[in-house]
């Protein structure tokens, strides 16, 4: 008995590429670059981006850091506790709340910030000199607009 192929009658959205897997690509060809240099200061990909956004925004609550650097709460909670003790961030009660504990950047955060920002500026620098800085911003005009697509409420998959 032969089996027929039907791998000709597919729609065309059954043979489009992969969005998430392109996506997933992309990211591994830029953070190829920048895990060397994170590797050099003894941090994880999670740990800088926790600096980035206490660097960035301030002092902050756990769920706002979580939230601004991608970071699921419990893997959060074992990474500050980490951060704290090599003296990078600092705990403080909220005074409108004595529940809420605020997150900042310690002086000794901010010196690996210093540290790692000229080295990470000359691979943003590389890649916008192969890429195009111009096509780099649109790329991440873009990204931005298909992040607000997330459905809330719906599960997850990985198309």
């Known amino acids: 008995m032969t089996i027929p192929d039907n791998s000709k009658d597919t729609s065309p ?3 489009r590429r992969s969005l998430a897997i392109g996506l997933l690509k992309a990211r591994e060809a830029v953070m190829s670059h920048f895990r060397p240099i994170l590797a050099d200061h003894d941090l994880t990909e999670q740990q800088w981006r926790v600096l980035r956004v206490l660097a ?3 002092m902050l609550d ?14 959060l909670t074992r990474m500050l ?10 705990k403080h009660k909220d005074e409108a709340d004595g529940r809420r504990v605020l997150l900042r950047l310690a002086p000794a955060g901010q010196a690996v910030i210093d540290e790692v920002m000229p080295d990470s ?6 890649i916008d000199a192969r890429f195009g800085a111009q096509r780099v911003e649109q790329l991440l005009d873009m990204l931005e607009d298909l992040a607000t697509l997330k459905l809330e409420g719906k599960p997850g998959g990985e198309e």
């Not at 500026?121 to 590389?126: E, L």
């Open 13 to 15: 959205r059954e043979r």
């Open 56 to 58: 960035e925004s301030g």
């Open 62 to 75: 756990a769920s706002e850091v979580a939230e601004k650097a991608f970071i699921l709460a419990p893997s």
């Open 81 to 90: 506790r980490s951060l704290e003790e090599r003296g990078f961030i600092s």
């Open 121 to 126: 500026r000359r691979v943003y620098a590389q």
